[in-house]
């Protein structure tokens, strides 16, 4: 709408609650990557792309930072720092490969602050800590921001329809005024321009995109906090602890309730075995795994129970434990703007599980394209053109690492 298209020509079809996908479910990390995926996003798109995606989610921590402020908007933000501690050897190394090729590539790690021993245990508050790297990022209440977005769209006269599923959207016939008819349950809705921004679920109106975007269940644990995390001793930064690439808990602390927010990994590796039977390729974000949540209470317990305690006291320690569906791509970046041979058809989706550090570019770039404007005008990285999904044969060798 800042673009001039008029708030009442914008409908949202959502298939169930407002803010009910990953969106309103995420643990809350606006984290950008630092240096840490430079080497897998090399292997798949070369370093002069992966070095774009990282610089490319330090503009939107600050883009996120800039809406927060100019909107006063209350979603519990918290400008912060997030530490990447590494808990095994395997991970160091990892970590230390990837922060001198990213260097070596010329990218920016002035931001990056590195600790090792005990500097690196008492940072992390972590005594199994080999090594931390911190940096700037930020947490939030992701429903309440994503909540206030679509409050603000609707003052300025859009409309969403709720519990409203797109079954399918096929060429428009009847007049020569739209391009596409949207068929809903509902009824039809005709369109010129229609935005596909259902992530996991897209290939369910785009069946070539079948086997380039699958769904990924993830899993959150909300604890209330612990005396050793209470009060003034509450955890500062956010924190990604990490026994491997794949095998790893983030966390933060909201420091207005005290909240702990522990997501657990999700990813298949050898290495996380116990984490793989947990996350499950499906839709259904109805059931949670018990298997992670003991793994997430194990991790939690070890690190914040009161030292000598033997349970939780009463009220302290899991709190509630959700799941949602992550949309992973096959070479781990989103897909964003036209649909080649669709006409007037769009999409920014495939967020590979981290949306909260890549939308607020990805979505204004997709504005700018339908506005006529060019790839460059976006500031993303080429490599999320949508464009590279062809409608035949999209069947992709490339598995997502990240
Ligand atoms: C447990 C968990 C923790 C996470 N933690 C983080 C984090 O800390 N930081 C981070 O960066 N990312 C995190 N993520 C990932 C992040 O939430 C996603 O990358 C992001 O929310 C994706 O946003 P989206 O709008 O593309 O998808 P969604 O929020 O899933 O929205 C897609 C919407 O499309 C709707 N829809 C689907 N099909 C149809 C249809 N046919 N018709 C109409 N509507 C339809 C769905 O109902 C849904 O509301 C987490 C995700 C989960 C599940």
């Known amino acids: 709408m800042n673009t001039g298209v008029k708030g009442e ?8 609650e407002a803010v009910s996908g990953a969106t309103g479910r995420n643990a809350g990390h606006i984290r950008p990557d630092a240096f840490r995926g430079f080497s897998a996003f090399s292997s798949i798109h070369g370093p002069d ?48 490969k990837s922060f001198a090729a990213f260097k070596a590539a010329g990218g920016d790690v002035s931001h990056v602050k590195y600790y ?40 300025k006269g859009g409309r969403i329809w709720t ?20 068929h809903t349950p509902r009824g039809v809705v005709r369109a010129d321009t229609v935005i596909h ?12 995109l ?17 005396p050793p995390i209470s009060g003034e001793k509450i955890i500062r930064s956010t924190l990604s602890l990490r026994y491997s690439l794949y095998h790893f808990f983030s966390l933060i602390q909201r420091p207005n309730d005290g909240i702990v927010i522990m997501g657990g990994s999700s990813v298949k590796t050898a290495e996380a075995s116990e984490q793989i039977a947990a996350s499950k390729e499906t839709y259904d974000d109805g059931e949670v795994s ?15 129970r009161e030292p000598g305690s033997t349970k939780a006291r009463a009220g302290e320690g899991l709190a509630h434990v959700w799941t949602g569906i992550l949309g992973m791509t096959t070479d ?28 607020f570019l990805c979505a204004p770039g997709l504005v700018k394209l339908i506005s006529g404007g060019s790839w460059e005008s976006t500031g993303l990285p080429e490599c999320f053109r949508s464009t590279r999904v062809e409608i035949k044969g999209s069947e992709s060798n490339v598995r997502s690492l990240l």
Not at 9 to 16: Q, T, Y
Not at 290 to 304: G, I, V
Request: one cysteine or more; glycine letters at 4%.
């Open 210 to 226: 079948i086997n380039f975007i699958t769904p990924l269940r993830a899993q959150a644990h909300a604890y209330v906090a612990t």
């Open 116 to 155: 090792q021993g005990n500097e690196a245990k008492s940072k992390s508050r972590n005594k199994d800590a080999l090594s931390v790297y911190e940096w700037p990022a930020a947490s939030n209440h992701p429903a309440k921001l994503t909540q206030w977005i679509l409050s603000d769209f609707i003052r």
């Open 290 to 304: 018990e298997q992670m949540a003991d793994n997430s209470n194990k991790q939690f317990n070890e690190l914040y």
């Open 49 to 96: 792309q992966a070095k774009k995606i990282i610089e490319s989610e330090r503009v939107v921590l600050e883009k996120v930072k800039h809406f927060i402020a100019a909107h006063s908007v209350d979603c519990d933000f918290v400008d912060t720092t997030t530490m990447d501690v590494c808990l095994t050897k395997e991970f160091e190394d990892y970590q230390a």
């Open 197 to 208: 921004c259902t992530n996991a679920y897209a290939p369910a109106l785009l069946p070539h």
């Open 163 to 182: 519990h409203c599923p797109v079954t399918k959207v096929v060429k428009h016939k009847l007049t020569g005024q739209f391009r596409w008819d949207v």
């Open 332 to 359: 781990s970046v989103p897909l964003v703007g036209p649909i080649e041979g669709l006409d007037g058809q769009w999409i920014c989706a495939g967020f590979n599980g981290h949306g909260m550090a890549r939308i």
């Open 9 to 16: 020509d914008v409908l949202i079809l959502e298939a169930r």
